[in-house]
Structure formats: structure tokens, C-alpha cells
């Protein structure tokens, strides 16, 4: 048993005790220490993966295990991380923990599909094998129907089922792709790597058949990365779903679509993602501006995140697909930023929601005399999202802006000044809602007799700021882990993708 | 005439003695009223000894390799053929059949049917034995037999509440459409037999090379009279009225053991007396119609339902073009993951039938919007229900996402890309109709809902077995495996069979 199975173990363990507690204590109980573990695994698992490399091992998985599981069709449970999946079990596990904080008051049915959910995630990151990745990318979907339509607000109902439907929708695609991947390289393999690694100088999968699956399996991952136009789920699922699962979705699940797309998508189909990838490009840069451009006129407060969110999503899917090695390394930095930075907006949206009882920003304003701790770390949120250097969304933005503007065509510079633009819009943004409800005089009476976050919330707050300003302050460790894990796959796509020219703006 | 061929059919001549026991237990078992009593109130104990028996004969007959038939065989000149695979998929039907009887018990307790509670079981293990035949026949007359062994006391089991004038209906429209279905299937055997002067499968794959004329009319006769089986869109009219008119337990009986049955013989007699070329081709084209109208007609129709025994008609005619999607290119692959759909396909199934069944025995209540609110009274069953129709809609972690998974697979690898891309859309489809019913019973609030209930230790016993299948079957690749170890297609014949 290979120890990076615990991550899923653990989960699993946390879903017996649930089932099996009996009061709001015990439930509290295993959800801390369910939750603390796996915080402090993933940070041993970091210390180990550092110290591994630092010992000079290049492999491009380490910790692998592989068992054979349906023998017949060449499926196996594979495990391995490398610097991006490492990266992204941390902030798994950052987001499970305070997670866990700001949902204090839920009930046993809640955790036990919050915790299936979270299951889900860690196997996605842990797999190497096609299967095994799909199976759990499927089940981190479907506990966000029961999530969101039980213990949802507003439409929720219909939240729930169009994003549960456009996900799975996604999801069919993916199947298609993974297929076509399949036997498309011989039907011996699932193996991410073996599939990869068997292209000996020529193209394993066809030319042809990369041209029809490389758009599948990117779109069948983009709808969960907010590709344009396939977004259209985020903003209402985000908008109706309570607290804790807004910030594991738009800080964690989304981050699925991205690492899925560069996973398999591109890793596997070189010449695809250097044919068809304008197309994407083109999406993702439209996801980027409109996002920002459709946050200006929302006036509920957790619509405007869900847009933000779009906006920056889109930014992760337009770094990697530069298919440049600085742009890809922020690109992970992205994903990591903005999955802790949406998941500290989202949970003080929550927290301001639960006193005021409303999200419009048109109904509330002074909120900064009746709460200042909530309000004080908003405005730290809404510096880091728009990308105040010594937050991590400087670091991130800037790694990507710069590795993407490397590209020496016009085609990718025009893109990549266009989507500059996001970040002045978001800026507007930001500061147009900070000045509306933190600052003035409250004019709403009932507000005056709120109180301040309490005792779980501010630990849930300070630890995700604390999180935001050490990757913000020194992001040199976690970006070596991260390059050293996208440098492979990079160099793979660079070698294997001939220039064949069928993007019309080059 | 050789005796000893007999021996070749250990499972069928175990489930005559299961008969031929319980019908002698059903005479004497009936214990003698006491004064002032009827008859009809004094339950007989014939279900503990229907239930015991089906279990040993399920036991015995488990594995291939537990009754001593790795070998395949065949007997009576080869009318009856046998195959390690047809063990598994009798045993499949075996336990289904089980969970069946385990789940009628509440139903048969009600005073109205105490006093036929005998026939249900031997009359049920008739139709299961039709099947067995229809499974082994190495000749389209022993199948034709087999095939109304199993349809003609049907019509009397869709017909066994007769008290209810909706089960009666249900059993005319079934015995009219099936017997019709026979006649076209009659008909097509008889051009089959005009065209080679043969009707054993062997020598009708061989002499059927090309496509002529008559052979393609009997093949044409032959897939409709299957589809009526299976239940495929356009022979599928009769699947609504008759699921809803039945009792629930038969409706379960009919969704999941007759349909499997049929999809499972309608592979083997393609791969064995249609495996020409040309012929081939033919069945393909006419399948890949026949799946795309199934499976998205019957999505279509399911989401319009409000009667439950309604939507699980259409939501097993989609199934069905699913389970038939494995069929296509007649590969070994595809007899694997056909065989293994139909087992996940049955504990699902079954799962989810059996609480509708004592939802309906308990309360009345067999509509959608009456489950609204239902985790809050019965959060047991509900979730049960809930597990059983993810795995339906093919949702991990549970068994429904493999079996899809496989079979898609299989359809793909025989270069069916855009039927497998169709197929996949409208499980999308299909997730959102079982969603409705999820999104009933925890999301709907309810003033009054269906009142808190102890289910009796029967349909406890079968809802565990549903649930632990639902839950096993996928994660431990074991299942699939063995069963590919047995399965053959028309790359893969085994030996002369």
C-alpha cells in the first residue's frame, strides 16, 4: 500500500465516524481531526517530495504504486505525484481544514457529502491512470447536487440541476476523449505516463484522431475550469451553494478542469493542443475580459465573486495553454492563488450573509463600524485578488502575463495584452465594492446591533491570509516544486508537436 | 437414448427439482383453518421453503467451476448447448430471481393473495426456466420453446392481481403483443429455415453468407420479435401500460430477469447463426438505429412521468439500448461487459424496485410527488434509493459507472465512435430524470409525507443484497475479470459451439 492512498483513506475513515456519530460534538470531532491529518500529511508529503528532489531524483512521478484492478481492460490504480499535484493537495487540504471551520453549525448529512466530495479530490490528484482519475473527477460532482439543493439559498434548486447537468455534460465528453486516447495509443494502457513515454519520436495517437480528441477531453475538462462558453454553471452554483462548498468548489473543484486539461488533455495530444489550441485560447481570453467585465455590473455579493472567479479561472487555462514553461508554472501558481483567495472571499461573503441576511451590496454599506475584523480581512481579500504585490495573486499574474507575452508572434501578444486588461477591471471592481459596503454610514438600523466573527471564523480567516501573504511573500519554494513538475511536460508537448499552422491569426 | 445427457443440464434439472419439491410442498403445506377461520387467513410457510430452495439451487449452480462444467458441452445432438458463460449468466438470473422472491413476501402476505401464494413462486420459476432453455438452445426450435416458457406464464403473473382491474389490463396487453411478437418471430424462423432446411444455429451460420433477401426478412422478424423481449423502441409499446398495470414485484421481475435473459440470447444466437459478413453488417446498421431511438425516445418520455412504475418502464427501455450497445460488433469484450451491465443493471434495479414495492405495500403511494420529504420519515430507504439510482444513472463510486464505463468501452473499441458519443450525451439526460426523483425525496418538503415505517426482515434482506452489490460489484475488479475469462464473441468462438 503505497502511502499516498492515505489521502484517500482518510476521507474514506471520516465517512465511518460521521456515519457512525451521534451528536454535533463528535461530529465536530472527527471533522477536525479528519481534516488536521490530512492537512499535516499533505505537509509531510511536501517536506518528502522537497527532500527527494533536493537528493537529486528527476523522475517525473515520484511515490508511485501501480496495482492491477480490471485486468482485461488494462485499467490499474495508479498513484504518483509530482511538483503540480503536490501543490494542489496542499491546497486541498488548506481549503478541507477551514472549510471545516466555517460550516461549524452544519448537520452530519452535510459533512458526510462534504467529506465524499473531498474524497473525490484527493484521488483525482493522487491518479496516474485515466480511470482511476475519471472515476474519482466523477465523484467530486455529483455530493454538489445534495450540497447545494438541501443546503443552498435562493434558486437553488435549479443551481444544483443545471450545474450538476452541464458538469456531468462535460464529463460525457471526457469519457468520449479518454476512449479515443485509449485506443488511440494501442489499447494497452491507461497509464498517463506509459501512454506518453511510448511516443518513441513519432506520434502514438494519430494525427487525425488527436484532432478529434484533444477538443473533446479539453472542453469536457474546460466546462469545470469556466471555459467560455460553458461558464454559465459557476456563477448561479456558486451564488446558491452554502458557504464551505462555495469555497471548495471555486478553490479546489475548478482547479480540476485546469489540471485535467494540462494533465491529459495536452500532455497526451501534443499535436492537438499545437493545432487546436487557439481555438481554446481564443475562449479562455474572452473568459478572462468578460468574466471581469460581467463582475462590474453584478450587485450581489457572491455573484460578483462567481464572476471574478471566471475571470481568473480563465487565466489558468490561458497559461497553459502559452505551452511555454514560465506561463505554465504560473498558470499552477494561478490556480493555487486564486483557489485560496475566492475560498477567503467566499467564506467572509458567508459570514457577512449569516448577520445581514443579505447579499445585495445596494442594501448594505459601514459595515467596516459594526464589523471590523470581517471587514478589515475583506479588504486584505479584495487587495490579494486583484493582485497587490506581497499577495500571491501578484506572483501568479505576473508569471503568467510574462511567460505569455515570451511568445514572440503577434497572434499570442495581442491575446495576452487583451487580457490584461482584467486586471484594471478588477481593480474597478474590487475597489467600487470595498468603498460601497465597508465604508460610509450605515443606513440600515438592524445592522447596527450585528456582532464580529466569531472564535472558528477568525481561525479560518487568519489561516487562510496567513496562507495567501507566505506564498505571496516567498513563492520561490512552492514555484520550484511547480516548475520542476511542469518543466516534463512542457518540454513533452514542445517536442512532439511539429508547427503545421492551422491557426488562421499567425 | 442416452440418459446420461441429462447430466450435461445440472442448473436445469436443479431447477426442476426446485419446482417439483415446491409443488408438493405447496399441497400439503396448507395448514387446516380453525373454527370460525377461512383459509385465507392462515399464511402457509411455503415462502420460507420457495426462498430456501432458490438459494441452494443458486449455490450449487454459482460457478462454472463449482458444478463441474469449465468444459463446454453440448447434448441432444446440439439442441442443447452449454457454456462455463451460461452458468455465470444463470446464476445472475438466479440471484435476481432471489432478491425477487425475498421482496414479494409483503406483497404476498396481503389477504388477497394468500391463498395463491404458491402459484407466484412456481409459476415465476417456470418463466426462469423458459429462460434457461432459450439461454442453452443450440437450435431455434428449442429456443422458441424456451421463449414461451418464459412469455406465456408472464401474462399470468403481470395478471396476478386480478382483483385489480389495471393488472388484468396489463396482462391481456401483454399476452396479445407477446403472442403477436411470437408470431413474427415464428414467421422469421420458418423463412430461416425455407432459406438454409435447417434451424440449428451452427449450420444456419454456415450456410448464411450472403445477404439475400430471405435471409434478411428473417433476420428483420427475428430482432423485432427480440426487441418486443427486450423491450426496444419500436417494439416498445407495450412496456408503460404493462409495468404500471403489473404488481411491482412482477414489474421487477419483467424489468430485470426477462429483459437480461433475452439481451443475453439475443448476442449469443446473433454471434452463432448470423455471424456472416454481410449479414453482420446488417445487424449492426439495424442495432445502431434501434439504440439511438431507445435510449433518447425512452429519456424523453421518462421525464414526463409522474407515476413511478411509469418511469421505470422508460428508464428500463433506455437501459435496455444500453445493455444492447454491447452487442454491437459481437466482440468477446462485448459479451463481458454485456454480462457484467446486466448484473449491475439488476442489483440497481432491483434495489430501487424493491422500495417502491414496500413504499407501496405500506403506504398506497406509488407517484413521484408523493416521495417528497421522504428522507425525512424514512432516511433509511431513501437513501438506499438514492444509491440504486446513481448507480442507474452510472455515478461513481457506485457499480452503474463501471458497468456504463465498460460497455461504452466495448461499443467504441468496435468503432462505434458516434453511437458511444450519443449514448453519452444522453446519460446526461437520464441523470437528470433520476435526479427529479432524488431531488423529491430530500430537496421537496412535504406536509404530508409518506409515515415512518419498519420494513419486514424480507425486503431488508434484499435491499441489503442490492445495496451491497450496488456498492462491491464495481470497486472489486474481481467481478469483471472472471467474467471475462469465460466470454466469447465471433473473434473468440469456444471450441465448435
Not at chain 2, 392462515?42 to 450449487?60: D, E, F, M, R
Request: with cysteine; aromatic share 14%; glycine share 8%.
Amino acid at each position: 500500500m503505497n502511502f499516498l492512498s492515505i489521502f484517500v483513506l482518510i476521507p474514506l475513515l471520516m465517512l465511518l465516524g460521521l456515519w457512525l456519530a451521534r451528536d454535533q460534538k463528535s461530529i465536530r470531532g472527527v471533522m477536525v481531526a479528519g481534516s488536521t491529518c490530512l492537512l499535516i500529511l499533505s505537509a509531510v508529503l511536501t517536506v518528502l517530495f522537497l527532500q527527494e528532489r533536493a537528493a537529486g531524483n528527476t523522475a517525473e512521478m515520484l511515490f508511485t504504486a501501480s496495482f492491477d484492478w480490471i485486468t482485461p481492460l488494462h485499467i490499474k490504480y495508479s498513484v504518483g505525484v509530482d511538483g503540480i499535484s503536490v501543490a494542489m493537495l496542499l491546497l486541498s487540504s488548506v481549503i478541507v481544514f477551514t472549510g471545516t471551520f466555517v460550516s461549524w453549525y452544519m448537520n452530519k448529512e452535510y459533512f458526510l457529502w462534504f467529506t465524499l466530495l473531498s474524497a473525490g479530490v484527493y484521488g483525482f490528484f493522487i491518479s496516474i491512470d485515466m480511470f482511476t482519475m475519471f472515476m474519482f473527477y466523477e465523484v467530486a460532482l455529483i455530493p454538489m447536487y445534495l450540497l447545494i439543493g438541501v443546503w443552498g439559498t435562493g434558486p437553488k434548486e435549479y443551481a444544483a440541476m443545471k450545474l450538476t447537468l452541464m458538469l456531468m455534460g462535460g464529463s460525457a465528453f471526457l469519457m468520449c476523449g479518454i476512449f479515443g486516447i485509449f485506443y488511440g495509443a494501442g489499447g494497452q494502457t491507461m497509464d498517463i505516463l506509459d501512454i506518453a513515454h511510448q511516443q518513441n519520436g513519432a506520434h502514438l495517437i494519430d494525427i487525425a484522431q488527436q484532432h478529434i480528441w484533444f477538443p473533446l477531453t479539453f472542453a469536457g475538462f474546460g466546462v469545470l475550469g469556466a471555459l467560455f462558453p460553458f461558464h454559465t454553471w459557476s456563477p448561479d452554483g456558486h451564488a446558491s451553494a452554502p458557504t464551505a462548498v462555495s469555497m471548495l468548489h471555486a478553490g479546489v473543484l475548478m482547479k480540476l478542469g485546469g489540471y485535467g486539461c494540462f494533465r491529459i488533455a495536452m500532455f497526451l495530444m501534443p499535436q492537438g493542443a499545437q493545432d487546436l489550441g487557439w481555438i481554446f485560447l481564443v475562449l479562455t481570453g474572452i473568459s478572462v475580459v468578460y468574466g471581469a467585465f460581467s463582475a462590474c455590473v453584478q450587485t450581489d455579493l457572491k455573484y460578483i465573486n462567481a464572476y471574478s472567479s471566471v475571470s481568473h479561472c480563465g487565466l489558468v487555462l490561458f497559461g497553459i495553454l502559452m505551452v511555454n514553461q514560465v506561463a505554465a508554472t504560473g498558470a499552477v501558481l494561478q490556480m493555487l492563488s486564486h483557489g485560496l483567495t475566492t475560498a477567503l472571499f467566499f467564506a467572509l461573503i458567508g459570514m457577512i450573509y449569516g448577520r445581514t441576511h443579505t447579499r445585495d451590496i445596494r442594501e448594505m454599506s459601514g459595515l467596516m463600524r459594526i464589523m471590523p475584523f470581517l471587514s478589515v480581512c475583506y479588504v486584505i481579500a479584495g487587495l490579494a485578488n486583484l493582485g497587490l504585490p506581497g499577495f500571491s495573486g501578484f506572483i501568479a499574474e505576473m508569471t503568467i502575463f510574462v511567460g505569455s507575452f515570451a511568445n514572440a508572434d503577434t497572434f499570442h501578444r495581442v491575446l495576452t495584452i487583451a487580457a490584461c486588461t482584467s486586471i484594471v477591471v478588477t481593480a474597478v471592481y474590487i475597489l467600487r465594492l470595498v468603498g460601497k459596503i465597508l465604508y460610509g454610514v450605515s443606513t440600515n438600523e438592524e445592522h447596527l446591533k450585528l456582532d464580529d466573527a466569531h472564535w472558528e471564523e477568525r481561525f479560518a480567516v487568519i489561516c487562510l491570509i496567513g496562507t495567501i501573504a507566505a506564498l505571496g511573500s516567498a513563492p520561490w519554494w512552492v514555484s520550484n516544486m511547480i516548475d520542476s513538475g511542469v518543466a516534463p511536460v512542457v518540454e513533452h508537448i514542445t517536442a512532439f508537436a511539429a508547427n503545421t499552422n492551422l491557426n488562421p491569426f499567425m | 437414448m442416452d440418459y446420461s445427457q441429462f447430466l450435461h443440464m445440472p442448473e436445469e434439472a436443479s431447477l426442476l427439482a426446485v419446482i417439483l419439491i415446491l409443488f408438493l410442498a405447496d399441497l400439503f403445506m396448507c395448514k387446516e383453518p380453525k373454527d370460525g377461520e377461512t383459509i385465507s387467513q392462515k399464511p402457509s410457510a411455503i415462502n420460507v421453503v420457495a426462498i430456501g430452495l432458490l438459494s441452494i439451487h443458486t449455490l450449487i449452480n454459482l460457478l462454472p467451476c463449482c458444478n463441474g462444467c469449465m468444459q463446454a458441452t453440448e447434448a441432444f445432438g446440439g439442441m442443447y448447448q452449454h457454456t462455463p458463460m451460461m452458468t455465470v449468466i444463470k446464476s445472475v438470473l438466479n440471484i435476481g430471481t432471489l432478491v425477487v422472491f425475498l421482496m414479494a413476501n409483503s406483497w404476498l402476505r396481503r389477504p388477497e393473495n394468500i391463498v395463491k401464494q404458491g402459484e407466484f413462486y412456481l409459476v415465476t420459476l417456470f418463466t426462469l426456466l423458459g429462460m434457461y432453455f432459450m439461454i442453452s438452445s443450440g437450435h431455434f426450435l428449442m429456443f422458441f420453446i424456451g421463449l414461451e416458457l418464459a412469455s406465456v406464464p408472464m401474462a399470468a403473473l403481470v395478471a396476478y392481481d386480478k382483483y385489480r382491474y389495471e393488472s388484468a389490463e396489463a396482462g391481456a396487453k401483454f399476452i396479445l403483443l407477446a403472442l403477436f411478437s411470437s408470431a413474427l418471430l415464428v414467421y422469421g424462423l420458418s423463412l430461416i429455415y425455407g432459406a438454409t432446411g435447417t434451424l440449428y444455429y451452427s449450420s444456419v451460420g454456415a450456410l448464411f453468407s450472403g445477404d439475400t433477401l430471405l435471409s434478411v426478412i428473417g433476420l428483420t422478424f427475428f430482432l423485432s420479435g427480440m426487441g418486443f423481449k427486450i423491450s426496444l423502441v419500436p417494439f416498445h409499446l407495450w412496456t408503460a401500460d404493462t409495468y404500471q398495470g403489473a404488481p411491482t414485484v412482477v414489474t421487477a421481475y419483467l424489468s430485470v430477469i426477462s429483459k437480461s435473459s433475452a439481451a443475453f440470447v439475443l448476442f449469443t444466437v446473433l454471434v452463432k447463426a448470423f455471424a456472416g459478413d454481410s449479414l453482420m453488417a446488417e445487424w449492426n446498421t439495424g442495432l445502431y438505429w434501434i439504440i439511438i431511438a431507445s435510449i433518447t425516445l425512452a429519456n424523453i418520455f421518462a421525464i414526463q412521468q409522474q407515476n413511478l412504475k411509469r418511469f421505470m418502464a422508460f428508464s428500463a427501455i433506455s437501459q435496455a439500448g444500453y445493455i444492447v450497445l454491447g452487442i454491437m460488433g459481437g466482440t468477446a469484450q462485448g459479451m463481458t461487459s454485456i454480462v457484467f451491465y446486466i448484473l449491475v443493471y439488476m442489483v440497481a434495479n432491483l434495489g430501487a424496485f424493491a422500495v417502491i414495492n414496500v413504499i407501496e405495500q405500506n403506504s398506497g403511494k406509488i407517484r413521484i410527488d408523493d416521495y417528497d420529504g421522504l428522507y425525512e420519515t424514512n432516511p433509511h430507504l431513501s437513501f438506499i434509493m438514492t444509491l440504486c439510482l446513481f448507480s442507474l444513472a452510472g455515478i461513481p463510486p457506485f457499480a452503474g459507472m463501471f458497468s456504463k464505463f465498460f460497455i461504452f468501452m466495448a461499443a467504441f473499441n468496435a468503432g462505434y465512435h458516434w453511437l458511444v458519443l450519443i449514448a453519452l450525451i444522453n446519460t446526461v439526460l437520464s441523470l437528470y430524470y433520476y435526479l427529479l426523483i432524488v431531488k423529491a425525496m430530500y430537496i421537496k418538503k412535504n406536509e404530508h409525507p409518506i409515515a415512518q415505517f419498519q420494513s419486514d426482515g424480507y425486503t431488508r434482506a434484499a435491499l441489503v443484497i442490492c445495496t451491497t452489490g450496488v456498492v462491491v460489484l464495481g470497486i472489486g475488479g474481481v467481478f469483471y475479470n472472471y467474467i471475462d475469462t469465460l466470454s466469447y464473441g465471433i473473434d473468440k468462438m469456444l471450441g465448435a459451439l
